[in-house]
């Protein structure tokens, strides 16, 4: 989510290599003390042999072991790289005024009790903001954890890393706010034996951000996948473009962002603003700009290793190896939850898999191969073969009964010898199913030099693969051609059949209407529409006619007009006293058909975001609606359409016709532009847009639009 702070003003990227890249090191509050942050700092540069200068700051001490001491950051020499604040947080500010005039590169500040500690300490980070910006100087926190570049053994934290064992082109770096959960998910990954590039922890981000770390790592040669850990979005457009140039260069990026329980809380009200939650709309960006969200650390750590091993992502359908007819049931039910795609196999159209297996085994997806592996250990290898040959299959998951290492070592010998025979054209991912079963060491090290990754459950290889088969296309969004409205008040709402007659200009459909402020205007305006007709009453200040009694539908003739407006007319006086219409929209009944709601928002934030779904009920207690960027191509919209849980009755659910889905999709799109070029616009509802017969077209009964 955006914090409710404005969004900050554009600046330069930062130039980050003084900081990533030091050849020069200054620990300001050095010491050899045991537990002091000065002293694990110290251990850990000599622990990684950092090969750079070392400078202690300490007024009590003249040297540190073997190295000299100074005083004071004024008695440092001129140009140093990078200075480490192990110090307490009242002696930060003046510490960072004199980093700048001794033209120290960046700082990195340990010290907590800033923004998150009230005003006093909002003001205190600020000042740290400026004076940064001021001199060109980068400073990472307060209140974090530090970083470590792995690739060039640099670690300017107190945390000890356990140490790095594996090192390889394809490495994986990390971001992330927390630095708790930057030096977790590192420890994480060299257990795992995953390459590391660095682990960076940004703390408050009073001068540099994650997404100044994301932009600057876009263009790293080593870094295969960025794993991010945001709990606030302090530049949502700067993080995008950054997001953007990082799958541009090919990089992976994997995001846990806490927060989504506020998106729930708003979900019973039907329009666009209660519906499109800050973690929704966040969501809706930051995937379509090519980052794969996760919702654990968990998941994280997954699908961050699944990625960073294998030469290509899993794509397109998977296909399972199972031993257990119950975990089969098990992986089909899972598999329909998180939308991994299995694809049907049967004995008549899978001929390499029958050829393979036992004839009392039949051909399914997953496969149950019962316990015949261990009697035939070539089994594995060729139902695997079978998979890679499939072109219906992209991915492949081996699940297998462990028990003890002398069982798991036959299987596991099984599949690595076929991966030793066949490599790994396709993804595949080993999932033992006893967590705690015992598994050799060696055994999954031979599986890790093939780039398949080992998981310790098949729900949670699933659920990665999940993740990574369904992964965003950042291609999918291209920019809207829209138009400026003309005839826009500068802010509150306007009425409906204002909002109809500025976006009917723009290609948005609606029922014929006209605007009376007399009953004989009115009974004009039927004659000319033609009956059955419906009466909305019209003002800014009236956005919920219904709930005044301000809307009449179905009548038939002139008395019933009649009849109509004065009840109308009743039930405004007696719900808003003294309320000034504009008028009443006098409009022609439209037949029923499939109700949609579409909607739009400029977030302030992240900028405008489309909302469609189904209207009315389901609308409200369901929920069922998607979330878009704007500028997607129709095909994009109708597929996008074509995801909501209800969407079979677009398609002629128990005979019904099917309906005019393009009609929607080309209002969805004209919305999408009129928002898009008119960021003045807080929010558009179209609710309900009525979809007929294929067509027919489809029509927005009812419109508004806020600023």
């Not at 300001?28 to 090969?51: E, I, M, Q």
């Not at 997954?302 to 091993?309: G, L, M, N």
């Not at 025979?421 to 093939?450: M, S, W, Y």
């Not at 006098?586 to 405008?608: C, Q, S, T, Y």
Request: aromatic content about 4%; proline content about 6%; hydrophobic content about 50%.
């Amino acid at each position: 989510m955006g914090n409710d702070q404005p969004v900050k003003a554009e600046r330069p990227p930062l130039a980050l290599e003084r900081l990533l890249r030091p050849r020069s090191v200054a620990i300001v509050g050095a010491s050899d003390k045991p537990g002091a942050l000065g002293t694990s700092v110290l251990a850990n540069l000599d622990r990684a042999g950092f090969a750079g200068d070392i400078h202690l700051v300490n007024p009590k001490r003249e040297a540190i072991g073997r190295r000299r001491c100074v005083a004071s950051v004024d008695d440092l020499p001129e140009g140093v790289d990078a200075a480490i604040l192990a110090i307490p947080r009242a002696a930060v500010l003046d510490t960072v005024r004199a980093l700048a005039r001794r033209r120290v590169g960046a700082a990195v500040v340990f010290a907590a009790g800033f923004a998150e500690d009230g005003p006093q300490g909002l003001a205190d980070e600020q000042e740290i903001a400026r004076i940064a910006a001021e001199a060109g100087m980068v400073v990472e926190g307060p209140n974090c954890l530090g970083l470590v570049n792995f690739v060039d053994n640099v670690p300017l934290t107190f945390i000890e890393m356990p140490p790095v064992r594996v090192e390889g082109d394809a490495r994986v770096a990390i971001v992330s706010q927390s630095g708790a959960m930057a030096a977790v998910l590192a420890t994480t990954m060299i257990a795992r034996e995953v390459p590391l590039a660095s682990y960076i922890s940004t703390g408050n981000e009073a001068a540099s951000g994650v997404e100044d770390y994301l932009a600057h790592l876009a263009s790293e040669p080593s870094v295969a996948t960025i794993a991010m850990v945001v709990e606030h979005f302090r530049n949502p457009q700067r993080f995008l473009a950054a997001a953007r140039a990082a799958r541009a260069a090919g990089k992976h990026i994997v995001l846990l962002h806490p927060g989504r329980s506020d998106a729930g809380a708003a979900s019973a009200a039907t329009h666009t603003g209660a519906m499109a939650g800050d973690w929704a709309v966040m969501r809706t960006h930051v995937e379509h700009a090519g980052v794969i969200l996760v919702e654990s650390l968990e998941e994280l750590g997954d699908v961050v290793e699944i990625a960073t091993r294998g030469a290509a992502l899993p794509s397109g359908g998977t296909g399972v190896v199972a031993e257990s007819g119950a975990l089969k049931a098990m992986l089909l039910d899972l598999s329909e939850d998180i939308a991994l795609a299995l694809p049907k196999l049967g004995d008549a159209d899978s001929p390499a898999l029958r050829e393979a297996l036992p004839d009392f085994v039949p051909v399914s997806n997953p496969l149950d191969v019962t316990a015949m592996g261990l009697v035939d250990p070539g089994l594995y290898g060729r139902t695997i073969a079978a998979l890679m040959e499939d072109a219906r299959i992209g991915a492949i998951l081996v699940t297998l009964i462990q028990t003890d290492i002398g069982t798991s070592s036959v299987k596991f010998a099984a599949v690595a010898d076929a991966l030793d025979r066949l490599g790994t054209p396709k993804p595949v991912v080993v999932a033992g199913v006893d967590e705690g079963g015992g598994v050799a060491p060696a055994d999954i090290a031979r599986l890790r030099a093939h780039g398949v990754a080992y998981l310790p459950t098949p729900e949670r290889a699933a659920r990665a693969l999940a993740r990574l088969v369904n992964r965003p296309d950042p291609g999918a969004a291209t920019t809207s051609q829209g138009a400026a409205i003309e005839g826009l008040p500068v802010s509150g709402t306007v009425p409906e059949y204002r909002s109809k007659q500025l976006l009917g200009a723009h290609g948005i459909a609606f029922p014929r209407f006209e605007l009376a402020t007399s009953l004989d205007e009115a009974k004009a305006a039927a004659d000319a529409l033609g009956y059955p007709v419906v009466l909305k009453a019209q003002a800014a200040d009236l956005p919920h006619k219904s709930d005044a009694g301000g809307v009449i539908v179905g009548l038939a003739d002139a008395q019933a007009l009649a009849e109509g407006w004065e009840r109308l007319h009743t039930n405004i006086a007696a719900e808003r006293p003294g309320l000034a219409l504009d008028g009443v929209l006098v409009e022609a009944m439209a037949k029923r058909g499939v109700e949609l709601i579409v909607g739009a928002r400029n977030d302030p934030h992240w900028g405008p975001v489309i909302l469609v779904g189904f209207g009315g009920v389901a609308a409200e207690l369901l929920h069922d609606v998607r979330l878009l960027p704007p500028g997607l191509s129709h095909e994009a919209i109708v597929a996008e359409i074509g995801k909501l849980r209800m969407a079979p009755l677009l398609r002629g659910f128990r005979g019904a016709s099917v309906a005019d889905v393009d009609a929607a999709a080309r209002i969805v799109a004209a919305l999408s532009a009129v928002v898009e070029a008119n960021p003045a616009i807080t929010e558009i509802d179209l609710n309900p847009v009525v979809v007929y017969p294929e067509g027919e077209g489809a029509l927005a009964l009812d419109a508004l639009i806020s600023l």
